[in-house]
Structures are given as structure tokens and as C-alpha cells.
């Protein structure tokens, strides 16, 4: 049974910077290919960054380019999202996600696997 738990989450002030973190277990992280979306209140979850387990290559969002860094320690079967210069429009709920192993999609149907999300708010 694949489960994956963030954690990481929190109250920070704009300018300020979190890593999230994914912790997989059931199966080896490096047979995904793993991604964060966010859902703000209200809204459909939003594609924040993917990294395609068959090559490494990751995928950002265009709201979080050059700011959000997603990455995965394998030994420790653990996806990460460096989140800095953070900005009061990133307030949201922050999920990560497991998919097949050769996908680049974007789109959060395609993804199987999902933990509960973790509340990252900022303050401006």
C-alpha cells in the first residue's frame, strides 16, 4: 500500500522561504514520477512542480519559476520542495503526488497516489 505524508508546512512572513517534504512508503519513490500541486480556497489543485522518475527532469509551474525547486532523495524515499521568496498568493494547500514512472503530465488526474496536504500560509 503506497502512502505519502507531507510535513514542512507553516506560517511565514513574504520573503521568507520553506522546504516541504514528502515521505513515501510501500514502493520506492524512484519507480514515480512525483509532483506538488497546490489547491487554493475554493479552486481546482494547481500544478506547482514535477520531476519525471524515468529521467530526473523537472517541470515548473510558471507562477513558481525561479523560486520553487523540487527535488528527491531516493535513499530516503523522500520528494522536497524548496519554496523561496515566498509571496502572500502562495498561501494554499500543498499536495504531493505519485504517478507512472514515465510521465511529464501536469495534470492532477493522471496522478495516482496523493497525501493529505499541508497548509503553507504567508503573510504580507
Known amino acids: 500500500q503506497v502512502q505519502l505524508v507531507e510535513s514542512g508546512g507553516g506560517l511565514v512572513q513574504a520573503g521568507d522561504s520553506l522546504r516541504l517534504s514528502c515521505s513515501v512508503s510501500?514502493?520506492?519513490?524512484?519507480?514515480?514520477?512525483m509532483a506538488w500541486f497546490r489547491q487554493f480556497s475554493g479552486k481546482e489543485r494547481e500544478f506547482v512542480a514535477q520531476?519525471?522518475?524515468?529521467?530526473?527532469?523537472?517541470t515548473d509551474g510558471d507562477s513558481v519559476k525561479g523560486r520553487f525547486v523540487i527535488s528527491r532523495d531516493s535513499a530516503r524515499n523522500t520528494l522536497y520542495l524548496q519554496m523561496d521568496n515566498l509571496k502572500p498568493e502562495d498561501t494554499a494547500v500543498y499536495y504531493c503526488?505519485?504517478?507512472?514512472?514515465?510521465?511529464?503530465?501536469?495534470?492532477?488526474?493522471?496522478?495516482?497516489?496523493w497525501g493529505q496536504g499541508t497548509q503553507v500560509t504567508v503573510s504580507s
Open positions: 510501500g514502493r520506492s519513490l524512484s519507480s514515480f514520477s
Open positions: 520531476i519525471r522518475g524515468s529521467t530526473g527532469r523537472t
Open positions: 503526488a505519485a504517478g507512472d514512472y514515465y510521465s511529464a503530465s501536469v495534470r492532477p488526474g493522471e496522478y495516482d497516489y
